[in-house]
């Protein structure tokens, strides 16, 4: 079955980077786009960056676009988020995404707490 494991939160000082993994399994992970997610306290999920299944093509929410990297590695089945230049507005509980097989689905996310 298809499953999505985030790591790499934690507490850091604004200003300050984290690099967020999740490693994918139960399904044929280079043939499908990926697709990172944030949810704050008290707010609406919404979409970080997106990355196809080659890697190539990239897009990001206009609030990190020039701060967050998205990326992949097919051959490990792995999806990254570089996170630099962190501001205290970035704590929320980051998760990626696949859509595959009519189905979304989710990780159990990781927390990014961004404070002095």
């Known amino acids: 079955q298809v499953q999505l494991v985030e790591s790499g939160g934690g507490l850091v000082q604004p200003g300050g980077s984290l690099r967020l993994s999740c490693q994918a399994s139960?399904?044929?992970?280079?043939?499908?786009?990926m697709t990172w997610y944030r949810q704050a306290p008290g707010k609406e999920r919404e979409l970080v960056a997106t990355?196809?299944?080659?890697?190539?093509?990239?897009n990001y929410a206009g609030s990190v676009k020039g701060r967050f990297t998205i990326s992949r590695s097919n051959t490990e089945s792995t999806l990254y988020l570089q996170m630099n230049s962190l501001k205290p507005e970035d704590t929320a509980v980051y998760y990626c995404?696949?859509?595959?097989?009519?189905?979304?689905?989710w990780g159990q996310g990781t927390q990014v707490t961004v404070s002095s």
């Open positions: 139960g399904f044929s992970f280079s043939r499908y786009a």
């Open positions: 995404n696949v859509w595959t097989d009519q189905t979304y689905y």
């Open positions: 990355i196809s299944s080659t890697g190539i093509t990239k």
